[in-house]
T-cell receptor, first 114, second 109 residues
Framework: DTGVSQNPRHKITKRGQNVTFRCDPI?????LYWYRQTLGQGPEFLTY????????KSRLLSDRFSAERPKGSFSTLEIQRTEQGDSAMYLC????????????FGNGTRLTVT | RKEVEQDPGPFNVPEGATVAFNCTYS??????FFWYRQDCRKEPKLLMS???SGNEDGRFTAQLNRASQYISLLIRDSKLSDSATYLC??????????FGAGTRLFVKA
């Protein structure tokens, strides 16, 4: 399967714990995005990487959130001191270099903070 | 006001019906447009890009009106399997891809 891969699929954690999610994009895609989606809403942009460089972060991404893409391949998203409001689906997407290239999403990590 | 707005629905239609969704966007600098489909508890998947001249893919037709800043999706001969949420997506250039909240469609036998 050469699509975008995310793990874990589901994560249940207690408030205050740290969690880390991983995304493996399509191998030839240089652009990688993280989005968050809650029930009844569309995906909301969190952050964007061009290769290993994090070029943009949304104001939604508080200082408890950090994302890395150390070698320009896979990426991780860490949430520290989780809060119940962090419960959501976290989606990773990658994009080719062409103009008007669409985003290709992974199947997401569903986070539940209890 | 949200940058990309869609009627949330739900639209409840019988099999075989024709249904149309509209989407409006507020940023006139928007460059590219897409419709994505999202099934319950799954990731969004590209349905089709939207071109200025309008485009068709089987039973699906997408149109763009830049002057009025809206995009439409028409589904003809609806199937049960078309039941999903349809997301309107606008790209303002580079990483700035904005999603609407989606329109829910239920196709009933």
């Amino acid at each position: 399967d050469t699509g975008v891969s995310q793990n874990p699929r589901h994560k249940i954690t207690k408030r205050g714990q740290n969690v880390t999610f991983r995304c493996d994009p399509i191998s030839e895609h240089n652009r990688l995005y993280w989005y968050r989606q809650t029930l009844g809403q569309g995906p909301e942009f969190l952050t964007y990487f061009q290769n290993e460089a994090q070029l943009e972060k949304s104001r939604l991404l508080s200082d408890r959130f950090s994302a890395e893409r150390p070698k320009g391949s896979f990426s991780t998203l860490e949430i520290q001191r989780t809060e119940q409001g962090d419960s959501a689906m976290y989606l990773c997407a990658s994009e080719g270099d062409g103009y008007n290239s669409p985003l290709h999403f992974g199947n997401g990590t569903r986070l539940t903070v209890t | 006001r949200k940058e990309v707005e869609q009627d949330p629905g739900p639209f409840n239609v019988p099999e075989g019906a024709t249904v149309a969704f509209n989407c409006t966007y507020s940023n006139s600098a928007s460059q590219s447009f897409f419709w994505y489909r999202q099934d319950c508890r799954k990731e969004p998947k590209l349905l089709m890009s939207v071109y200025s001249s309008g485009n068709e893919d089987g039973r699906f037709t997408a149109q763009l009106n830049r002057a009025s800043q809206y995009i439409s999706l028409l589904i003809r001969d609806s199937k049960l399997s078309d039941s999903a949420t349809y997301l309107c997506v606008v790209n303002r250039g580079g990483f700035k891809t904005i999603f609407g909240a989606g329109t829910r469609l239920f196709v009933k036998a």
